[in-house]
Nanobody
Framework: VQLVESGGGLVQPGGSLRLSCAASGFTFSRYGMSWYRQAPGKERELVAVISSLGVITKLADSVKGRFTISRDNTKSTVYLQMNSLKPEDTAVYYC?????????WGQGTQVTVSS
């Protein structure tokens, strides 16, 4: 299993970014996917979850109304659209999958929100 994130960067407050996570090594369309983030000095936290077919999504209260999670099963890719970014969104964002009772993480992509 391999998860590869991309799309992070430096953005001003109020700006937008779209993160992508390309998955391989398992039947992507059969599994839910998640995005987590970890800010400096803080624990990793769950940001968004999407079901295998994309019908069900859940977002952390801190990002509701600003972030959207989606997926394209034809491309084995999950996305995190982040709008109205705030400095407190600054973190390393990780893609996560649980497959055959094991946890898999991407390498992470840095998102920095600063003027």
């Amino acid at each position: 299993v391999q998860l590869v994130e991309s799309g992070g960067g430096l953005v001003q407050p109020g700006g937008s970014l779209r993160l992508s996570c390309a998955a391989s090594g398992f039947t992507f369309s059969r599994y839910g996917m998640s995005w987590y983030r970890q800010a400096p000095g803080k624990e990793r936290e769950l940001v968004a979850v999407i079901s295998s077919l994309g019908v069900i999504t859940k977002l952390a209260d801190s990002v509701k109304g600003r972030f959207t999670i989606s997926r394209d099963n034809t491309k084995s890719t999950v996305y995190l659209q982040m709008n109205s970014l705030k400095p407190e969104d600054t973190a390393v964002y990780y893609c996560y999958a649980r497959y055959r009772d094991r946890d898999y993480w991407g390498q992470g992509t840095q998102v920095t929100v600063s003027s």
